[in-house]
């Protein structure tokens, strides 16, 4: 098999950047796109010359395909995840990974059990910057990683009481991709955010969060600070490690990897290498990698973010808010036993 069979399910605004990037890609065969919407899902259909189908039973029963990209609103994840699943289709499905973390590691145990190859969107890690960063931080085996991403107001729509709403939208990349790039497991979450500072709607305004990660003598820290008060402010991601440091602003990187501190008396141009990347959406890379790797089985899911890890994630980000409310630390061992 050549190309990997492929139906969309969700037409809206964010499910046009997967259907874009399923119809580009040379390893997929875009089959049919499934909205319930008929307004919404019948134009996207004709436009890229697919079948149009108006429910997602039709679609697994009825058509031919081998795998399915998801978008719809996220309390609808698990339940359309969940049948994909059980029709033994692969799929990736748009973060976060559903509203629970009792959903999320139902929705991983079976595509688990069942050998599906089963993708989150977080298609950032498919960006130049950071698989430059991934690879600079194998090298200098990361003690503290730091997001400090800031942005204006965000739209209406995102202004709700949830905690997937407000900055935890705009932060959803920043929590799985500390994981990422320390290469650990997170253990505990310590939080501080705000609600109702410049809208009375409810919904987490800023957060300021400190993530554990690992064991041993040499645990990770990873920081994110950020807010919709903080427009302007530059953006950065920063990464101490034993072995070196490494700075990226937007999409340049300042690197060193070598003894770190330097050894007294050695004096160098400290930021001895620099990498500039590129700012697209990086949908298309994802979906052309999780096709390949659905298609050969020597390929491997990853860099693309797996069910076990938007599970991680979702913990780590209902942890924050559990946290930034309580004021305690949260252990994600214990959080998530107790909310399975």
Known sequence: MDKLRVAMIGA?????????????????E??????????????????????????????????DIDGCGICVPTPYHYDTAMQVIEANRHLVT?????????????????????????????????????????????????????F?????????????????DGIMDFISHDIDMIPFL???????????????????????????????????PHKTVGVISSSMGGGGVPQRLDV???????????????????PNPTEKGVIRDFWNATFTGESRDFTADLYRHWADACLNDEVDLAPAASYRDGYNALLVSLAMVESGESGEVVDLEEFAEANS
Request: aromatic content about 8%; charged content about 25%; proline content about 5%.
């Open 30 to 63: 875009f089959v049919a796109v499934c909205d319930i919407d008929e307004e919404v899902g019948r134009p996207v259909a004709e436009e890229f010359g697919v079948e149009y189908v108006s429910s997602i039973d039709a679609l697994l029963a009825d058509y």
């Open 240 to 258: 101490v490690g034993k072995n070196g440091v490494a700075v990226a602003t937007g999409n340049d990187i300042k690197f060193a990897v070598g």
């Open 94 to 146: 748009e973060k976060p990974m559903a509203k629970s973390i009792a959903q999320a590691w139902e929705m991983m145990e079976a595509a688990e059990s069942r050998g599906l190859q089963a993708a989150i969107s977080y298609q950032l890690r498919f960006g130049p910057v950071y698989l430059k960063m991934k690879e600079i931080c194998e090298q200098i085996d990361p003690l503290q990683v730091l």
């Open 12 to 28: 809206g605004p964010r499910g046009m950047s997967h259907v874009r990037s399923i119809a580009g890609a040379p390893n997929i």
């Open 182 to 216: 320390a290469g650990r497991e997170p253990k505990a979450v310590f939080a501080t955010m705000g609600r109702n500072v410049w809208a009375d709607a409810d919904a987490i305004e800023y957060m300021g969060c400190q993530i554990e990660l690992g064991e041993g």
């Open 148 to 164: 400090a991403r800031q942005r204006p107001m965000m739209a209406a729509k995102y202004l709700s009481a949830e905690p997937f």
